[in-house]
DNA sequence: GCTAGTGTACTATCACTGTAGTACACAACA
DNA sequence: TGTTGTGTACTACAGTGATAGTACACTAGC
């Protein structure tokens, strides 16, 4: 599917998981009433805990981006795409504010960072899932 | 002094003190030759456990940015500003890339993502250190 | 010599992550 | 009616990060 995990994220990885669910969520990649891979599933697939999964899954559900369909699995929340596009830009402004204040306290130039940001972004864009 | 760190980075504490003794040496914010602060007063002024901050000095002090003056303190090493500013770039690039993985996944246009940037960007330097 | 301030090295403790394994109620399906 | 696959809830354990406290060797300065 379309997950990825780092584990040398700093980031836990329950945590990089449901932010994930969200962006995906949130750029409509699933819809309200679409299922997410299960629990087992998608450890397999992330090689890591089942365990790991599920916490990440019960954070979504008390968030109320997902729902659970008894016996069956977990479903995009109806209100859920409005919810998580709201929450999309903060989540990044933050993690970005902190990286840009980085690069001002090492004193690299304004364009330097720019050009940094310009980089990535196309090297982002070309990138292949 | 010109460091700050934020608990809620992910990253944990001692890191982020790594990091920003870089940042402050590459920039020549200190000099080789000069005196750090001492364990007890970084961690007094950053509220944080003086063993945090040993930990992050003899990180340093392993990777050579740093060199003991006994029973006096630490203080910035020779070779050290050139070091830092060839691992500057390289420090501030893998989180700039993982913010903007992010912001691919979650759809954000990279036109948004640019203006995005530029308004943190500018909000970062009007900022008062 | 004495005191205060250095870094360093311990031990102990706590919280948080993540893993491992087990168990249970439920729904779908052959 | 079984079987399989859901989520969920436990317990136990290991690793890491951070704190708390103590102790020691060293240097600078009075």
Chains 1, 2 share one sequence.
Not at 23 to 28: E, I, L, N, T, Y
Not at 61 to 85: F, K, M, N, W
């Amino acid at each position: 599917m379309f997950f990825s995990i780092d584990p040398s994220d700093g980031l836990a990885l329950y945590d990089q998981i449901v932010r994930q669910v969200k962006f995906a969520v949130a750029g409509g990649a699933i819809r309200p009433g679409e299922m997410v891979p299960s629990v087992r599933e998608l450890a397999k697939e992330l090689a890591i805990n089942p365990n790991t999964v599920a916490r990440a899954y019960r954070e979504l559900q008390s968030q109320g981006v997902l729902a659970a369909v008894r016996g069956t699995g977990l479903e995009v929340a109806e209100g859920a795409p409005r919810h998580c596009r709201g929450q999309r830009i903060e989540l990044i402004r933050k993690r970005l504010r902190q990286v840009l204040w980085e690069a001002k306290q090492s004193r690299l130039d304004p364009d330097e960072i720019r050009r940094l940001v310009e980089h990535e972004l196309t090297a982002v864009e070309k990138q292949k899932v």
